[in-house]
């Protein structure tokens, strides 16, 4: 959905896709030579531990297990090399209780976060309806708060939101954060008409590692057990 959104969109922008597994993200970002982002997006899922009180974003490994990474551990994955300079500008948090990983995006110098709210998990189809306006909106040469008030919007005004409840549009698009509150978000990541008008392409996630645990084909014996 994100990809048939950007194709409408032309800009000077290059998006990177990767798999949010630890290891790889931490070496790539460690490069000097890769190029710089001003936006980060995390497109997974979160958690929040009450006994903690602390919330999660969820990495893998390299066999598909996952790791759910506190804001600390979040911080050090994404600044490897403790850079002092901040890098991101923009982070965009595509993950349920997401708002609770706003001390590691402080703390990585983010001054816009997009969240959902720290307690409440949200519908797939209303974080498709507002993150395609987003960037439609943000690489046209939107400001934050505009591209954001967009995307919400697109959220309160989805046919197929409100297909499931005539208050879910209203529900959903209240769940969707910008961050810090008392920013000044008024800020423009794309300013004036690019010089080629060249489509925005979101490339294709690399493709998992292989082979999988596949699961047996058949159970042999035990069929006793099995029915029980």
Known sequence: ??????????????FTTMIAEVDAVGAFLTQSQ??????????GHGAWDESRTQGYLVFEDLAGDHHGLAPVSVRAALNPNN???PEFRV??????????????????????????????????????????RFYQALLSGATVQEAFDGGRNAVFLSNKLRQLGEAVPRIEAAKFKLLPAAENHDERLVSG?????????LPRLPQPPRPFFDPPKQLIGRQADLRK
Do not use: N
Request: charged share 15%; with cysteine.
């Open 91 to 132: 982070a965009v948090l595509s993950a349920c209780h997401s708002e609770h990983m706003l001390p590691a995006m402080m703390a990585l110098g983010i001054r816009h976060v997009i969240a959902v709210e720290g307690d409440q998990s949200v519908y797939m189809l209303a974080a498709e309806a507002f993150f395609q």
């Open 1 to 14: 959905h994100l990809r048939a959104a950007l194709g409408q969109v032309t800009a000077p922008v290059a």
């Open 83 to 85: 850079l002092k300079e």
């Open 34 to 43: 890769r190029p710089r982002f001003s936006v980060l997006h995390f497109l």
């Open 193 to 201: 008409a690019p010089e080629t008008a060249i489509p925005v392409t």
